[in-house]
């Protein structure tokens, strides 16, 4: 019985840690796309595999914030648009019914 109690523990811990690594990522990401921008540029130092590791991480995340802001921001331009055509429908329409 106490045994299956540590292994509970040990996998809540396993979560915090994974969950942690994750909101200090995203931090990272967001943290990098204000300062530099979504264009940084992909930078490998060979001697320092690591490091190269680390910036193919946050480079992968920048672009993939890239791709989601992009669809965002078409996402919202068809639904002006939508809504602009809607509008000229619903002003042309409104005196035929009289």
């Known amino acids: ?30 943290w990098t796309y ?3 921008g979504a264009k940084k540029p992909l930078r ?10 680390d910036g193919l991480a946050i480079w992968l995340g920048l672009k993939l914030m890239d791709y989601i802001w992009s669809g965002l921001k078409w996402g919202v331009d068809v639904l002006e648009e939508a809504s602009a055509d809607i509008g000229e429908w619903f002003v042309g329409h409104r005196g035929a019914r009289g």
């Open 1 to 30: 019985m106490v045994i299956h109690g540590s292994f509970d523990a040990l996998i809540i811990a396993i979560k915090l840690v994974l969950l942690g690594v994750g909101i200090l990522y995203l931090f990272r990401v967001l």
């Open 44 to 53: 490998m130092i060979w001697s320092d595999p690591a490091r190269s590791a």
């Open 34 to 36: 204000h300062t530099e």
